[in-house]
Antibody, heavy 120, light 107 residues
Framework: QITLRESGPTLVKPTQTLTLTCTFS??????????VGWIRQPPGKALEWLAL???????RYSPSLKSRLTITKDTSKNQIVLAMTDMDPVDTATYYC????????????WGQGTRVTVSS | SYELTQPPSVSVSPGQTASITCSGD??????VCWYQQKPGQSPVLVIY???KRPSGIPERFSGSNSGNTATLNISGTQAMDEADYYC??????????FGGGTKLTVL
């Protein structure tokens, strides 16, 4: 059974760096083809694709946010970490991590999401 | 950057077929998946690789993708299908992008 759980601060101040951790079970990031991504959703708005990391460490970022995002993995801890710099109130959202089924497949398993508010 | 366009809302009567479109430049050359999201819940994958259904997803959900448009069809729509639906495409350069979402209302 695949599970994912997001954790991190619920409140950050403008200009600070947000660091979120995704802790997962039920699969290994050492397995070829496996990928885990981050997606966010501002209140009442649409899903926004953020970043993806592959089993081999390769990664992809949203073009509009690429300069602010870093995604890394710690295979020994079964964790994925997303860092987003220079936070702004418009970054207030629920942040999800999700497991991708396979190459060119969808995110078949999602965490419950973690709400992050950016405010001074 | 690549963009996907969905209608903001679609209405359907119970038992009828709901069709939700997703448009993008040469979308038919990419793989598309669809998610259902109910209020306060995480999204659920209902279609991947254009037309495949994950385990546990009812057969009434189907998908297609050709030209510039992908379509999610829900046949025999039920009240439980009322939700927001999002398309997502995989692009070899940018990896992933979501559409703006469609609110499906079952009247």
């Amino acid at each position: 059974q695949i599970t994912l759980r997001e954790s991190g601060p619920t409140l950050v101040k403008p200009t600070q760096t947000l660091t979120l951790t995704c802790t997962f079970s039920g699969f290994s990031l050492n397995t070829s083809g496996v990928a885990v991504g981050w997606i966010r959703q501002p209140p009442g708005k649409a899903l926004e694709w953020l970043a993806l990391i592959y089993w081999d460490g390769d990664n992809r970022y949203s073009p509009s946010l690429k300069s602010r995002l870093t995604i890394t993995k710690d295979t020994s801890k079964n964790q994925i970490v997303l860092a987003m710099t220079d936070m702004d109130p418009v970054d207030t959202a629920t942040y999800y991590c999700a497991h991708r089924l396979g190459v060119n497949s969808g995110y078949g398993h999602w965490g419950q999401g973690t709400r992050v508010t950016v405010s001074s | 950057s690549y963009e996907l366009t969905q209608p903001p809302s679609v209405s359907v009567s119970p038992g009828q077929t709901a069709s939700i479109t997703c448009s993008g430049d040469k979308l038919g050359d990419k793989y598309v998946c669809w998610y259902q999201q109910k209020p306060g819940q995480s999204p659920v994958l209902v279609i991947y690789q254009d037309r495949k259904r994950p385990s546990g997803i009812p057969e009434r959900f189907s998908g297609s993708n050709s030209g510039n448009t992908a379509t999610l069809n829900i046949s025999g729509t039920q009240a439980m299908d009322e939700a927001d639906y999002y398309c997502q495409a995989w692009d070899s350069n940018t990896a992933g992008v979501f559409g703006g979402g469609t609110k499906l209302t079952v009247l």
